[in-house]
């Protein structure tokens, strides 16, 4: 399974951006997205199963951000962030698991990763 994420960029506080990841192989997995700031550990943002009908969010970003992924092929993960925050500053990555169906905020559970995407937001 490789993947591929794209969207980040710079932007500023109150503004909206829309990652996405495109997987090519195996597509029966949860994914999720996790991002990793400057000088931090990665942390967990969102995941969601691989029938796409649950859903788990990081608090800070409960009812800013959404996790979708397409509904036929299920081959791409998007992370929809809107009134973004200098705080969300980091490189996102997309991961997906190896053999889980469930979503799952813990990273090891996540056998594939991307490369990452550069989110800026400015003050």
């Known amino acids: 399974v490789q993947l591929e994420e794209s969207g980040g960029g710079l932007v500023q506080a109150g503004d909206s951006l829309k990652l996405s990841c495109a997987a090519s192989?195996?597509?029966?997995?949860?994914m999720a997205w996790f991002r990793q700031a400057p000088g931090h550990d990665r942390k967990f943002v969102a995941a969601?199963?691989?029938?796409?009908?649950?859903?788990?969010l990081e608090d800070s970003v409960k009812g800013r951000f959404t996790i979708s992924r397409d509904n036929a092929k299920k081959t791409t993960l998007y992370l929809q962030m809107n009134s973004l925050k200098p705080e969300d500053t980091a490189v996102y990555y997309c991961?997906?698991?190896?053999?889980?169906?469930?979503?799952?905020?813990?990273?090891?559970?996540?056998?594939?990763w991307g490369q990452g995407t550069q989110v800026i937001v400015s003050s």
């Open positions: 991961a997906a698991a190896g053999s889980n169906w469930y979503a799952s905020s813990i990273d090891y559970e996540y056998e594939y």
């Open positions: 192989g195996r597509t029966s997995y949860a």
């Open positions: 969601i199963s691989w029938r796409g009908g649950d859903t788990i």
